[in-house]
């Protein structure tokens, strides 16, 4: 399936316009392309992940999405509104850290982001906006400490809560996690989730640790020398409805083949090492469970065998 094959799936899934849509992106610096042809779009309250080693291009997509780099061809829309032709109303939409977050040291959190608010005239964002979004973030306890006494962690929640300050539709992160520790990246991890979850924020995240964007993301689009390679889904689907290998643990692989042959017609069944796989639906398990125990196999384990993000990666990568 192709990356704009499963862009147009994701979205009948999804029945909500996007907030983010990319279509046939490139970028060139003199003679050399950094990103070809890239195409997705990213919905509300979900987390989106940007996987591809260091000079893949994500950050050269990302920091065309924010106005900071010219686009060489395609289009990029935020909440309906062109990057290129209405920068302006499209920036409106978003809260963005592309590189570690810059704060006064010397100043507390909430002194912080008071000025930053200042610096943003016609914003509408007052004390009560501020302590809302300190409160998003977690900084309740701390927000009136120097930014000094913070932790990396802390920091970064606090970029977060700058971010977050007038309301953005779409939260983009790069690299959020370089540096933290695994304290720090779990708190940021869970705060994302959060964020999209209940504020219905759509938050794009870019990285090189696979296992991170695993733990993270809802999608994660693969990007190598910048081409997208294809979008895949981390969070689980609805294995009661979709087909997938499950493992039944059995004394008898020739007795539950001949129990399942008889019982269900056309059904799926290869061997495993520690018994049969069935490819069938999870809200299957329990009626073969019973036909194999009535049929006089001992069934001692069952489980479904989902493909983790790195054997998806591996896959698309054409790596063994």
């Known amino acids: 399936m192709t990356a704009s094959q ?76 062109d990057v290129r032709r209405a920068p302006d109303k499209a920036l409106r939409s978003i809260g963005a850290i592309v590189e570690n977050p810059e704060m006064y040291k010397f100043m507390s959190g909430y002194k912080n982001l008071l000025h930053f608010a200042k610096l943003v005239p016609g914003n509408g964002i007052d004390r009560y906006r501020i302590l809302d979004v300190v409160s998003m973030v977690g900084l309740d306890n701390r927000i009136h400490d120097k930014v000094k006494t913070y932790s990396l962690g802390m920091r970064q929640r606090l970029g977060v809560a700058q971010a977050l300050m007038h309301k953005p539709k779409v939260l983009i992160l790069d690299e959020p996690t370089n540096g933290l520790d695994p304290a720090g990246i779990r708190e940021l991890r869970d705060q994302l989730k959060t964020l999209a979850r209940e504020e219905r924020i759509a938050v794009v995240v870019s990285s090189h640790l696979l296992s991170e964007m695993e733990l993270m993301c809802d999608r994660v689009g693969v990007i190598q020398q910048g081409v997208l390679i294809g979008i895949q889904q981390v969070t689980e689907e609805n294995t009661s409805e979709h087909a997938v290998p499950i493992l039944f643990q059995v004394d008898s692989r020739e007795a539950a083949r001949k129990v399942i042959a008889l019982a269900f017609d056309g059904l799926a069944v290869d061997s495993d090492p520690l018994g049969i796989l069935v490819t069938t639906s999870a809200g299957c398990i329990a009626d073969i469970n019973a036909k194999l125990v009535a049929g006089g196999v001992r069934v001692s384990g069952i489980s479904i065998q989902a493909k983790s993000l790195e054997d998806k990666f591996m896959e698309m990568t054409g790596r063994p």
């Not at 799936?9 to 279509?23: C, D, F, L, T, Y």
């Open 6 to 81: 499963q862009l147009r799936e994701h979205s009948g899934a999804a029945g909500q316009p996007p907030v983010i849509e990319i279509r046939n992106v490139y970028k060139h610096i003199g003679k050399k392309t950094i990103v070809r042809n890239v195409s997705f779009d990213v919905y509300p309250g979900e987390i989106f992940g940007l996987l591809g080693p260091n000079g893949a291009g994500k950050t050269t997509l990302i920091r065309m999405l924010v106005g900071l780099m010219s686009i060489s061809d395609g289009s990029m829309k935020v909440d309906g509104h």
